[in-house]
């Protein structure tokens, strides 16, 4: 990677999977962010980039390598792998992290002498992620196999989409008259199933009804990866 490839990047813009640092302010604000891009799809981080996308390097590479280094090992939890290149500017260094989707999600953010939280990506933004999600994500990489009944709560909920187009826990439980955990245990099973789907915004979770194509897509994924019977 060159210069002008960093520039192709910051033309893009932060988003998804892509975050601008000045530099490294602190291990736990870049583990936040590290830990946010192994839960959902991967990013990269470009050190020595003002929010603006102005390039101003970073002054003592190793030092911030140092901290980066600290916060995936000693702040994520799991540790995360980070991949870091240098590229030379203006007598400085923008630093580039990358960070791969990760195969043992969810990764929790070590904040020592509080609880450990789980963060993802929302469009451009770090977000804590709700106890559904987490869900969700420990059943990504889960060997478990799945058992899906559908009974009289899922059918209302079919029911209620017919009707509306998204339905949140809270409204799930009050529909079915059951707990908000109860509630939350149909849905996510339901997700797994790739039946519905969970979106996520800054304050909550909805859920919608999955597309035929992605539940066809599901399908296929499931077959593939279920043992033939003899």
């Known amino acids: 990677m060159n210069i002008h490839d960093v520039k192709m990047l910051i033309e893009e813009g932060e988003g998804f999977e892509l975050e601008f640092k000045r530099k490294v302010s602190s291990p736990e604000k870049i583990a ?4 946010a891009f192994a839960n959902t799809n991967g990013g990269i981080l470009l050190f020595g980039v003002d929010d603006d996308g102005s390039l101003v390097g970073v002054e003592s590479e190793k030092s911030e390598v140092d901290l980066i280094r600290q916060a995936s ?41 509080e609880e450990e939280k789980v963060f993802i990506r929302v469009n451009d933004n770090t977000v804590l992620a709700s106890r559904e999600v987490i869900k969700v ?21 079919f029911a209620y989409f017919e009707e509306q187009e998204r339905i949140t826990v809270k409204e799930f439980s009050v529909l079915i ?10 849905l996510t099973t339901l997700v797994r ?6 979106h996520t ?3 909550n979770d909805y859920f919608t009804l999955a597309s ?10 499931t077959r593939s990866r279920t043992p033939q019977q003899r």
């Open 32 to 35: 936040k962010t590290i830990s």
């Open 73 to 113: 090992e000693f702040y994520c939890n799991p540790s995360i792998p980070v991949t870091i290149k240098f590229v030379p500017y203006n007598h400085k260094d923008i630093i580039v992290a990358s960070v791969k989707e990760s195969g043992v999600k969810p990764h929790y953010l070590v904040n020592h002498g």
């Open 137 to 157: 994500l420990r059943d990504e990489t889960s060997e478990k196999s799945l058992m899906l009944t559908i009974g009289e709560n899922e059918k209302r909920l």
């Open 177 to 186: 008259n059951v707990s908000l955990r109860r509630a939350s245990r149909i």
């Open 193 to 198: 199933a790739g039946v519905i789907r969970i």
């Open 201 to 203: 915004l800054e304050k």
């Open 212 to 221: 035929p194509a992605e539940v066809s897509s599901r399908n296929r994924t």
